[in-house]
C-alpha cells in the first residue's frame, strides 16, 4: 500500500460538521463511515451527505444526544430500512421525535464489520476498502491546536473511549507516522476540522473499536 493516502483527495468525504451541543459524536462517525462505503463501494459512486439526525431520532439502539455507538447504529439503519440525506432529514442537534420515511431512504446496509486492532492491517484496510469508524479517548482533542498529537498514556486513557470519529487517511511527516481523523466539531477545530495523531502504538485507543459497515 502507498506510505500515504486521504480519501478526500478521491470523493469519499464530505466536508467537516459541527454536532454542536448534543453527544452526536458517534453518528457523525456512522454517517462518514457509510458516506465512504457508498462513494467507494456502491455501484452509484456518488458521495452523499447523510442524516445524522435520523440516528438521533430513529436509532433506539443508541441514545441520541447521550451517546451510541456506530456499531449499534449500523445495526438501527438495518432494521430502520435504511438511511436518508442530511437535506431530507436536516441536523437538528437535539433529541426529537423520529421523522423516518422510508420513501427517501438512499442508502441501505448489508452489513457491518469489526477491523484489525493492528495499525498497519487498519491503514491496508483503508486503502482498500474506505474510512473507518473509530473510538478514541479525546482528552487530547480538547486542548489539540495542530500537528501531530501523541499524548502520554496517563493523559489519554487506551481503555475509556469517549469519542466518535473518522479516519479517513494516513500519512508520515519526516519519520512520524499519523492518522488524518475527521471530527465532528466543525472546521475552525483542529486542522481544518481534523485531527493528527500518531500512528503505531494505539494512541488514545483509536485502534481498539474500529467498525465499517457495508453497502453490497
Ligand atoms: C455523552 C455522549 C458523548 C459522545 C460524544 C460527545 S462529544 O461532544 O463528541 C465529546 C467527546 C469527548 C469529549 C468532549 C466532547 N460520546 C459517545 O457517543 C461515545 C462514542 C463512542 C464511544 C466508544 C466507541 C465508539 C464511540 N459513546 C458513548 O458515550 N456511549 C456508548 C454507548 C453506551 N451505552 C450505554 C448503555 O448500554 C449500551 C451502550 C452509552 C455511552
Not at 478514541?136 to 489519554?156: D, E, V
Not at 493528527?196 to 473499536?209: E, S
Request: glycine share 12%.
Amino acid at each position: 500500500i502507498p506510505d500515504a493516502w486521504d480519501w478526500r483527495d478521491h470523493g469519499a468525504v464530505t466536508p467537516v460538521k459541527n454536532q454542536g451541543m448534543c453527544g452526536s459524536c458517534w453518528a457523525f462517525s456512522t454517517t462518514g463511515n457509510i458516506e465512504g462505503q457508498w462513494a467507494i463501494n456502491s455501484a452509484s459512486r456518488k458521495l452523499l451527505s447523510l442524516s445524522e439526525q435520523e440516528l438521533v431520532d430513529c436509532d433506539k439502539e443508541d441514545e441520541g444526544c447521550n451517546g451510541g455507538l456506530p456499531s449499534q447504529a449500523y445495526d438501527a439503519i438495518m432494521k430502520l430500512g435504511g438511511i436518508e440525506t442530511e437535506n431530507d432529514y436536516t441536523y437538528e442537534g437535539k433529541d426529537d421525535k423520529c421523522k423516518f420515511n422510508q420513501s427517501e431512504v438512499v442508502v441501505k446496509l448489508t452489513g457491518a464489520v469489526n477491523i484489525s486492532q493492528d495499525e498497519n492491517e487498519m491503514a491496508a484496510w483503508l486503502y482498500k476498502n474506505g474510512p473507518i469508524s473509530i473510538g478514541i479517548n479525546a482528552f487530547a482533542m480538547q486542548f489539540y491546536m495542530g500537528g501531530i498529537s501523541h499524548p502520554w498514556k496517563l493523559f489519554c486513557s487506551h481503555t475509556s473511549l469517549d469519542h466518535g470519529v473518522l479516519i479517513v487517511g494516513y500519512g508520515k511527516k519526516g519519520n512520524e507516522p499519523y492518522w488524518i481523523v475527521k471530527n465532528s466539531w466543525g472546521e475552525h477545530w483542529g486542522v481544518k476540522g481534523y485531527y493528527l495523531v500518531y500512528r503505531g502504538d494505539g494512541t488514545c485507543g483509536l485502534n481498539t473499536m474500529c467498525t465499517s459497515a457495508t453497502v453490497n
